[in-house]
């Protein structure tokens, strides 16, 4: 799976321009993320979707503590130490 996204990534860079041993972008890596995600995990699977379920968790997860870290309200006025126990019972409540 990496080698997939480490190719999508080169191909990126040799498409913009950026040669083989330029920097990565933070769109470059959203972009190989994009079509690894689309060539390796595309095809429905019990499994594929387990792991794609698990990692849509992580991004939400993420994304709320990044929120957080910057300082948007109301993300910034709480820690997710303490409204863990929330989140966890109402995922569970969901299910």
């Known amino acids: ?41 595309g095809r429905y699977s019990g499994v594929n979707y387990q792991i794609v379920l698990y990692l849509l968790s992580r991004v939400v997860v993420a994304t709320f503590r990044v929120m957080a870290d910057r300082g948007w309200q109301p993300f910034a006025q709480f820690e997710f130490k303490g409204t863990y126990p929330f989140m966890a019972a109402g995922v569970w409540a969901a299910v």
């Open 1 to 41: 799976a990496a080698a997939g996204g480490k190719g999508a990534a080169a191909g990126v860079r040799v498409a913009t321009g950026k040669g083989s041993a330029g920097p990565l972008e933070g769109w470059h890596a959203a972009v190989a993320g994009g079509i690894g995600g689309y060539l390796i995990w």
